[in-house]
């Protein structure tokens, strides 16, 4: 039974009690009644057409909470995914087109097959790649292109930005109405979050819409939906210079989409009480991007606002998202007609309470006083998320580079210090806090740092350039307490540190080295008794003997 629970984890859901499904029902219901309209509107961004932003929502969010181990989380269309998607099929077809379709539905199987691999394979720790001021800057600059790509629907611009200048290419009615819902909704944000405020916003706007006539005065509107389920297809084979093109973006959405999961998944787990099994989410999400992609769709995430939402609504069990597709595929059969009076600045002001939240500058200025070198990764993967738009991703993988490279500089250069006795009774950097040597002709040195392949090099030449400034040096000791791993480049330098010790007659102090790193010394032939080697369990008795040599 435990093995069949963790192939299919929804055999683990609680057996639902009349008092467990009225609850979830009504948290299912209040975010059904949010995804709805954001799903619409999150197509237009995507250049989908916008019945693809509730099939999104409807089979793919069913597919992923039967198989993820995050059960409230809220999977479907979100604005930084369908940016990436937008971004992605750039130059390669015309939006909204079959073609644009086509390849949008191969981003998500691409993807979803690339996270359900990972996921089988364990490889969940991939995650690690991207730090978080990375994806910090990556998702402000992805902000700040949502809402300039907004703005001319927001504000009635016909014929986008180009007609900023002109007054007549101004459409006053369609800024009130973007001004309006915006106001509105972000008072609703502030006032009672649970509040279906997205839904009623919609349709007032829907009703005010053909009460004024808005688009026979030339209003942009939604326009016409097909009613319907999707129909489950494959879609067709691009050619292989076009489908080798949706490498890279397939990459970044796959990593970016599961970080926006990782987000919601660590704050569910924590309220839960239970360890996130990241491995088995990369499979659920997954799962649900196939879903989407055979559904017509586009690749699909974990929205944290909406995520948030269903756990403030009071969702315990995955039965809630249940009662959520319900809520859309009731929508997709009856209420579609609804929308096609909905203004378009409407579905902008939308996209745009969304992203809003995501505009946090000041976060820049508190990484700036906690390290200037990530808060200087952090600026360069903002500007060239910016400035390689719509190619954005670049900028991920830009700052992922830069935080690797950085990472590999801090393992390459480690922490040596050489060390004194404080007042206190702790051995601390001497040059810093000036205190003088544990003893004469005694270099007492600490590396805070495994000794394996990347900082090796980095003691051998800390010891070696001691020596040949202080000849005189007849005792080195290691304070090894930090290290707790070592591998053949470490054992190797170690066993060269004690043979050129030997030869000028120096005696090697090693104080506190842990068991596992011993182990591996020992059964390399390292750490024999001798005259010239003497090892000590704590870093108290290495310090008292050490005195004793005056």
Known sequence: MIQLQRLFPFLSWPRPSLKLLRDETLAGLTVGLMVIPQGVAYAALAGMPLQTGIYAALLPALVAVLFSSSLRLSVGPTALTCLLVSSSLSGLATPGSPQWVELAMWLALLSGLMQVGLGLLRFGWLLNLVSSPVLMAFTQGAALLIISSQLPAFLGLQGGWQGLTALQNWHVSSALFGVGSLTLLTLARYWKPAFPSVLLVVLAAAGLSVWTGFEASGGAVVGQLPEGLPLLTLPGLPSWSVLSALVLPTLVITLVSFLETASSAKVDSDQAGHRWNQNQDLI??????????????????????????????????????????????????????????VP?????????????????????????????????????????????????????????????????????????????????????????WHLPPLASQVYALRMDAALEFASASSLEQAVAAYLSQHPDTRHVCLFAQPINRIDATGVECLAKLEALLAARQITLHISGMKLPVESVLRSAGCLQASPGLRLYRNDAEAVQQIQQLQ
């Open 284 to 341: 659920g999400q997954g799962l649900g991007k196939i879903a989407s992609g055979l559904s017509g769709a586009f690749p699909t995430s974990s929205s944290f606002a909406r995520s948030a939402l269903n756990i403030f609504a009071g969702a315990k069990t995955g039965w809630a998202t249940l009662a959520s597709v319900i809520v859309v595929l009731l929508s997709l059969l009856f209420f579609l007609p609804v929308l096609r009076h």
């Open 344 to 432: 378009q600045a409407v579905l902008a002001a939308i996209v745009l309470t969304a992203v809003m939240g995501l505009l946090k500058p000041k976060a820049f200025v508190r990484l700036w006083r906690i390290s200037r070198t990530e808060a200087t990764i952090a600026g360069v993967t903002l500007a060239l998320t910016l400035l390689t738009a719509p190619r954005l991703y670049w900028g991920v993988l830009a700052g992922v580079l830069m935080g690797l490279s950085h990472f590999l500089f801090q393992r390459l250069h480690p922490r040596i210090v050489e060390v004194g006795l404080d007042a206190d009774g702790s051995l601390r950097d001497r040059h810093v």
